[in-house]
């Protein structure tokens, strides 16, 4: 889990903005790309079901390597 420590500011009475140490906001910005690199790949994946494949192997012989 990643720790947070937020500080809430407030405007007329509400909570309005959220500051964090910078430390804290590239951690979470990190995180939150990996989330949509992931979603990316599992989104990729759900579109190749049921196309053909070839393993290394076959792909290295017919490459010749």
Request: charged letters at 35%; glycine letters at 4%; hydrophobic letters at 45%.
């Amino acid at each position: 889990m990643l720790a947070i420590h937020p500080n809430i500011l407030e405007r007329d009475g509400q909570k309005a903005f959220v500051v964090l140490p910078y430390e804290e906001f590239v951690r979470l910005e990190e995180k939150l790309q990996q989330f949509e690199d992931l979603k990316q790949l599992r989104a990729a994946k759900a579109e190749e079901v049921g196309e053909p494949t070839a393993s290394l192997d076959a792909v290295k012989k017919e490459l010749g390597l």
